[in-house]
């Protein structure tokens, strides 16, 4: 019942009300699969173990483990658990039901006063293919190739100063394990959704009409090549899991089960012999007038209308009767850095072997730290930073540019637009991006050993060619105040902001989303911020992991880092608040229509930041929601699912924050807050169950062993180590700071950190329940 109850809402309630002309002629338009909610209040035990006899058998189950262990062991260990299963001697019947054909085009219109944007899609309904053949793997790299072209084509439409649609997207899905559909659909503006059926239905016909370009295929089977080729490379180090989606999809739908190998093998032959015409048919062949079903969800609310089936009827003869111009694109000539820059020099190298690193410091002052690794190949990770960031800027001056280091990072580089540099970049895997956060700014990226000049290009390029553009600010400004229309018809919303206005207590800079915010950005002082930010490199770090030699990187640091600006500032950033409320703060939000609640409690105060503090809070969050899981969830079935999150920090002052959430039936909500009250308490008096900590405890070392052969840990755990400037040798201290943690550090962590005269409880009602709870 809890977990039905989470997913009601005013997306439930469209689409209960589309589903049965979706799935018109079938068993899925009378019921979802979560069943009928009276019958699952009120059914007998027998129904249940009739229900479990019937479909938990082992002829409709299959196990599957993937992982570093011996194979014989662990069948060993599934023959002797999953072994003593028995089907029954006459299995029930697994019926395989049907989604019936139709001529006519289906319309499911519906509205919603919660319903917070507008969305119209197309399903063209076509049967599953058979899978596993080499011919089905063949299609679906076809397939694949025109939703990638066709997304790339409406992707382009959103950057235009007034896009038709807020996002668009063309793909393959399965409404059943008998039906499958092609799916065209956008979200639009509230009263959008004409323009936005034309145009993605437009946007199809024109594939009908002209096809796709040999240079769209051409990019599209590059970055497919690449892609394979670079899942082929790393084939020794992928991870256990990346296995298991393969081989679930095998099972329920007898696809391709090839190792890497053998799907590399497949693309090298088939990809260069697809044509641009086998891909075009595939409009024709899935975009017609049988087996369609528009879908439209908007918001109900006065003063906006809603278009009808005859208004939407009317766009798709019309698309269908025009002549459409050919795709056209102009493509830059131009390479992607013009001019290399004049090289510095590394000017000093020291090793530090405790996390084996070697630093090198570069003559205009930049931290340069490298770690070579081998837990994946063809994988190089970086991470850049440098202290300031937004707190510099006075807060009279914030709200312009506050948002400058996604405006600017978002704008492309130098001479190309963010799509023209997508193109450019087609079949490199190379990134880096640029942020700006309060207290640094910095950058991010990744590349492939082959393409790592492409990423330095990248980050000098960052630093010396941003690029600002007034058309996609405005298109993003368009889109973003689209979205706001009907925020706040959204209950998550509303309390979502209630939450941040308490947490922030009106804060300058830390202000709700609104039209003003969203137009008060000055696109010119965001692009002065960002030059300013990344005006000197003498103060940043600059860190990189992964599968990289030393004697290859030496010339490309050289040449791309050395070489950056250097003004020797000698800065770092300002605190700038906001601080945290103190005392008991208890806000009860009223808002929806669904019989649901959510609660939240917020506890913040001082850290002192230390390894065995970092530990004792971390062990002390997990053993408090083992406790809360057994007791709301499992033991009084109170809430489908409740969480314990916690957070520390050393800047801007040491502080942490500790979010316990669940959502419930509201008539339960002062039941459950005592029971998290009581298990507070309890861990304060008595301290965590031993059991449970040493489950605890051997989670974390799991996860550490875990962390310890990911490049993404150590590009983290290293910039950690240089930002705060912690002792190196703590970083190995792990297994005995975990020893470290015992029953009465957990306790004395939750006396220290629940302070239960120093919080916030913000829960959200249904509006029927105001004046009355």
Request: hydrophobic share 35%; proline share 5%; charged share 25%.
């Amino acid at each position: 019942v809890e977990e039905w109850r989470l997913g009601q809402g005013a997306a439930a309630r469209m689409r209960d009300a589309q589903f049965p002309i979706l799935f018109k002629g079938s068993r899925y338009a009378e019921r979802l699969p979560i069943g009928d909610m009276d019958v699952v209040r009120s059914f007998e035990p027998e129904v249940l173990k009739r229900f479990y006899r019937d479909w938990y058998r082992p002829d409709l189950m299959a196990v599957i483990a993937v992982g570093d262990f011996e194979g014989e062991y662990v069948e060993n260990l599934i023959h002797e658990h999953m072994g003593k299963l028995t089907a029954p001697e006459t299995p029930k019947p697994r019926t395989l039901y049907q989604v019936p054909d139709h001529e006519e085009t289906l319309f499911a219109i519906a509205t919603d006063e919660e319903a917070p944007i507008s969305s119209v899609s197309l399903y063209f309904k076509q049967p599953i293919q058979p899978q596993g053949s080499l011919g089905a793997y063949r299609q679906e790299i076809v397939e694949g190739f025109f939703n990638s072209m066709l997304n790339q084509r409406l992707r382009e439409l959103t950057q235009k100063a007034e896009p038709p649609f807020l996002a668009a997207g063309s793909s393959q899905g399965n409404l059943n394990r008998a039906k499958g559909a092609y799916i065209l659909g956008a979200t639009v503006e509230e009263d959008g959704i004409l323009l936005g059926l034309e145009t993605i239905l437009a946007e199809a016909e024109r594939v009908a009409q002209h096809g796709f370009t040999e240079a769209e295929l051409a990019r599209a089977k590059t970055q497919a090549l690449r892609s394979m080729e670079r899942s082929y490379e790393g084939r020794d180090t992928r991870s256990s899991s990346s296995f298991v989606g393969g081989f679930i999809n095998h099972f329920l739908r007898g696809s391709q089960i090839g190792d890497i190998g053998f799907r590399y093998e497949l693309h090298q032959r088939f990809v260069p012999e697809i044509t641009v015409e086998e891909v075009n048919q595939l409009a024709k062949q899935w975009i017609t007038p049988q087996n369609r079903v528009v879908t439209v969800n908007a918001p109900k609310k006065e003063g906006l209308s809603t278009p009808g089936e005859a208004e939407l009827a009317a766009v798709m003869e019309a698309v269908d009767a025009e002549e459409l111009e050919p795709y056209a694109e102009e493509l830059a000539d131009e390479p992607l850095l013009s001019d290399v820059p004049e090289p510095g020099t590394i000017v000093s190298e020291q090793r530090v072997d405790t996390v084996g690193v070697t630093e090198w410091t570069l003559s205009n002052g930049a931290t340069v730290v490298l770690k070579p690794t081998d837990y994946r190949d063809d994988q190089i990770l970086f991470r850049a930073f440098s202290p300031g960031g937004s707190s510099l800027v006075d807060t009279e001056d914030y709200l312009p540019v506050s948002s400058a280091g996604g405006i600017i990072n978002g704008s492309g580089l130098g001479p190309f637009t963010p799509i023209d540099l997508g193109k450019k970049l087609t079949g490199k895997v190379a990134s880096a991006n640029a942020s700006i956060s309060d207290l640094e700014e910095g950058l991010s990226g990744s590349a492939s050993p082959q393409d790592l000049e492409t990423m330095f290009q990248l980050i000098f390029m960052r630093f010396k060619a941003p690029r600002a553009d007034s058309t996609l600010l405005a298109s993003n400004q368009a889109r973003t105040l689209a979205v706001l229309e009907n925020r706040r018809a959204s209950p998550a919303a509303v309390f979502s902001d209630t939450l941040q206005v308490v947490m922030t207590q009106n804060h300058p800079r830390a202000p709700l989303i609104s039209e003003e915010l969203v137009m008060a950005t000055d696109l010119e002082a965001s692009l002065e911020l960002y030059k300013d930010r990344f005006a000197d490199a003498s103060d940043f770090t600059f860190i990189f992991v992964g599968d990289l030699e030393l004697d290859t990187m030496r010339p490309l640091v050289e040449t791309y880092l050395a070489s950056l600006p250097s003004l020797n500032r000698v800065e770092t950033w300002r605190d700038m608040g906001p601080e945290s409320p103190k005392g008991v703060i208890e806000k009860s939000v009223y808002k929806g229509m669904e019989p649901q609640s959510q609660s939240i409690f917020v506890f913040t105060g001082d850290f002192e930041d230390s390894r065995a503090n970092r530990n004792d809070f971390s062990a002390m969050n997990q053993a408090l929601q083992t406790k809360l899981r057994e007791r709301i969830r499992e033991e009084l079935g109170g809430t489908y699912g409740v969480s314990v999150g916690g957070s520390n920090s050393w800047r801007p002052t040491g502080s942490y924050t500790i979010t316990i959430r669940f959502g419930s039936d509201p008539m339960r909500v002062e039941e459950l807050r005592q029971v998290v009250f009581d298990e507070i308490e309890l861990l304060q008096a008595a301290g965590p169950d031993p059991e449970d900590l040493e489950n605890v405890k051997e989670a974390l070392r799991r996860s550490r062993e875990t962390n310890l052969e990911s490049n993404a840990y150590w590009a983290g755990q290293i910039a950690a180590l240089y930002r705060q400037g912690r002792d190196f040798s703590e970083f190995w201290d792990y297994e005995m700071s975990i020893d470290a943690i015992t029953p009465e550090t957990v306790k004395a962590a939750a006396q220290r950190y629940f302070d239960l005269e120093n919080y916030i409880q913000v829960t959200l009602f249904p509006e029927s329940m105001k004046g009355g709870e």
